[in-house]
């Protein structure tokens, strides 16, 4: 007895910290929407590992019923689906098998998602890679993958076609603000991703949709994408000699926040981000929204 009282006690004071921090992390945002997640459905590219599991365990922690992990890789999928399963309860996670960069794959995705769930309510479009010795692939999932997602998401939950409304968040990079000199062409994927965001954020198109586009700019994180082996293959030293080592180098020394906290940052998006709106998350502190100036503001002098 003592014991589930000490389990519920804890879990008390963790859903408190939870709704502080938030609170305290919508104070300085232009909206607050008080989301509910209580039994909304999310589809998550990239959701098995990495950021994308920490957000869909974020998403699950909240209250969401249900989550379609989207991704190519079918064992990972499984072993991520048995772990959630374990964690939060059977049944509330499926995975489907889908190349984001193919759209009839990921269309195909997003109809299985919402016939076996009943409905679309959060789309997380997460999925990218690091490989600069392959550009096309690399753009084909970071850029085209992430336009192919926000049009099926706005597609299907649009209230003008006979959806419920709802979000998409796009996952680009602090390194789509500013470039990263060590990974040009993911630096230009990632700027799309935010380019994207902004224009189909703005209020002519929720006013039609009542979909909110939202994006996160995440900063360095603790991934298997920046673990040694895969983040060396990603970078070319084709015109820069020993750029991998350099770049390596400046990764090593760097503080990686973790996936967790990309979980915490878009259940504070959810909760008080306005269409269009643009957060960063980093260090393993609460997001924070940031405004990019007109054009005529950053004129050098």
Known sequence: MKQVLRHLT???????????????????????????????????????????LGITSALLENGVKGVTMVHINPTRSKEA?????????????????????????????????????????????????????????????????VMHGTLLGMRHMSVAKGGRGGVVINISSIYGIDHLFASPVYSATKAYVLGLGRAFGHESYYDQTKVRVLTLCPGLTDTELLSKVPFKMGISNEFIPDLIEIAYALVDSSYLQSPHNLGRAVTVMLQCGASGSVWVAEDEQLPYEIDIPVRTAMKKQ
């Open 81 to 145: 689906v048995d772990s959630l399963g374990a964690q939060f309860g059977q049944g509330r996670v499926i995975v489907l098998i889908a190349d984001v960069s193919d759209e009839k794959q990921l269309e195909e995705a997003f109809k299985k998602s919402i016939a076996h769930w009943g409905g679309l309510d959060i789309v997380i479009n997460n999925a990218g890679v690091v490989n600069e010795n392959n550009p096309v692939r690399l753009t084909n999932i970071n850029a085209i993958g």
């Open 10 to 52: 804890t879990k008390m004071l963790q859903t408190v910290i939870v709704v502080a921090l938030t609170i305290l992390a919508c104070a300085s945002s232009t909206s607050n929407h008080s989301y509910d997640f209580i039994g909304k459905f999310a589809l998550v590219t990239g959701g098995n590992r990495g950021i994308g």
